[in-house]
């Protein structure tokens, strides 16, 4: 579900980086080391990470495919 917000502070999205639509993509290790290091500098800057999971096909909500990649972080706030 979507939430809006007010003001124009500044997020980094991460979308779609889920097991079953990275499975047999070139160079993953190195884009999830990037992403992490993304992540860690948002995060020591109090910068808002948000996680997009896209559900449909083999991506079936909470199925294994689903998950987001667990070299990954996402934190529940």
Same mark, same amino acid.
């Given at each position: ?6 003001? *124009? @502070? !500044?997020?980094?999205?991460? %979308?779609?980086? $889920? ?8 160079? %993953?290790?190195?884009?999830?080391? *990037?992403? *992490?290091? !993304? %992540?860690?500098? !948002?995060?020591? $800057?109090? %910068?808002?990470?948000? /996680?997009v999971q896209h559900i449909g096909g083999k991506l ?5 495919? /689903?998950q987001i990649v667990p070299e990954l972080s996402p @934190? !529940?706030?």
């Open positions: 579900m979507a939430t809006i917000r007010k003001g *124009n @502070q !500044a997020v980094l999205l991460i %979308v779609d980086f $889920q097991i079953g639509v990275v499975e047999g993509a070139r160079e %993953v290790d190195r884009i999830i080391q *990037n992403i *992490n290091t !993304a %992540v860690d500098a !948002a995060r020591i $800057q109090d %910068v808002p990470v948000v /996680w079936k909500e909470d199925s294994p495919e /689903w @934190q !529940a706030d």
